[in-house]
């Protein structure tokens, strides 16, 4: 199973006031962060890192990969739509607003985004109500 995940960024201190204001929607806070790096982990205690956002380790400009994409989990689908909202107020953009999508199940409930830098994120609960 995978045991985190890395976003490129080209502004890490934007990309931290972005997924501050994103992840603690769903219940996630920056447990280290730094010039460089900045990771995203459970809101509780000896819980492990679980995404990073950082400049590419070649020291490359960051970008978007085509047909990538990261799904988080919600716990509710309120979560959902205040993530959602809380991605496009601090400057994301819009792939899919909050809503049913039947054809991955029958209670696949998710919106769709992208961060300042380009990449992909979904946010998805599963559970009905």
Request: hydrophobic share 40%; aromatic share 10%.
């Amino acid at each position: 199973m995978i045991s985190y995940a890395t976003l490129g960024s080209n502004n890490r201190q934007a990309a931290k006031t972005f997924y501050d204001a994103v992840l603690q929607l769903l219940g996630m806070k920056a447990s280290y962060a730094d010039d460089d790096f900045v990771g995203y982990g459970p809101d509780a205690p000896d819980a492990k890192t679980q995404l990073w956002i950082c400049k590419p380790y070649n020291g490359l400009d960051a970008s978007a990969g085509n047909g990538s994409m990261l799904a988080l989990e919600a716990a509710t689908r309120a979560q959902v739509d205040a993530a959602h909202a809380a991605a496009l107020a601090q400057g994301g953009r819009s792939e899919g607003a909050p809503g049913l999508r039947e054809a991955y199940g029958p209670n696949f409930y998710a919106a769709y985004f992208r961060d300042l830098d380009g990449n992909k994120l979904a946010l998805v609960c599963r559970s009905p109500a």
